[in-house]
């Protein structure tokens, strides 16, 4: 049975071609490790450069779960850059081989961690803008396409993802590792479970670092396609503490279309730069609202922010949301728009 399902297995793989190399997964020598047990589980390492699609991962994992024989839940893969930690494409490069402390000091390696895929930052410099509001909705999106997806809000001083998810509930500890809470098929983990909901978190910045690093290490995310970060906003100690921890594939920069909330998030995407972090693009947020009586359009904040910002940190405009009153009540409720 076991030869039977390894051929199935390797034919499965053969049929997917990456289109960046005009070959198949295969014979591009994509397919590491593979394992196929006589129980139906697989488990193989995936060789995913930061060029060729993600989409790959998951065309992968559906044509071996549909071979007759495969256990649903038992398909393994484990997704590695072979180039190692990504590498900013543009901006300053950093000073030396790893990120720096505010000192000029050479910070922790950060650790691949490849059992939660890649890791996006979502981020902003300022707050207000919306930055949860896209995470969340961002990870949901990406949960209904199908991808293993984990959100951690490292927003410790004022956590909104339980409130995005209509989830207050406690999590439990088993065998020492803390299970993340489930929320629209999206694994999450927030300081917000775990202390009471309107309890102030009065804590330093050693603390909150070493809150993020057991959030990292010690919750059992499983395996992961991507791995989103909820950061707060600035330049402070949870994005050092991310960079020092993990290798992070990419950053996403939230701002509206203020000239003051660009201004901070300029600063936010620099900094992410200087620790060689890649920005994958900026999502606008808050960008006009359209009067449903009458269809005129009313910029609240300005226009073109969030282009201008893209052009000037040398990324593409992702999105360009609108201000719309239905957003923040689904949120408050729990239910982000893609759910709703």
Known sequence: MTDSLGAAVGAALTRIRNPRLDNDLLSAGMIRDLEVAPDGKVSFTFLLSRDDPATLVREAR????AIPGIQQDGVKITVVDPAGPPKATHGPPAQGPGPQSAGGIPAPTPSEMPRLGRVIAVSSGKGGVGKSTVAANLAIALAKEGYRVGLMDAD????NIPRMFGNFDKPVVIGGRIR???GHGVKLMSIGFLV???????WRGPIIMKVIQQFLRDVDWGDLDYFLVDMPPGTGDAQLSLVQSVAVSGAVIVTTPQEMAVGDALKGAKMFERVNVP????VENMAAFTDPSSGARVAFFGEGGGQRLADEVGVPLLGSVP???GLAA???AGTPIVVA
Request: glycine share 8%; charged share 20%; proline share 14%.
């Open 330 to 332: 689904q949120a408050d």
């Open 180 to 182: 993340p809470l489930d």
């Open 196 to 202: 009471e909901r309107d309890a102030p978190a009065i």
């Open 323 to 325: 201000l719309q009153p």
């Open 279 to 282: 920005v994958l693009g900026i």
């Open 156 to 159: 410790i001083y004022g956590p």
């Open 62 to 65: 559906n044509a071996i779960k």
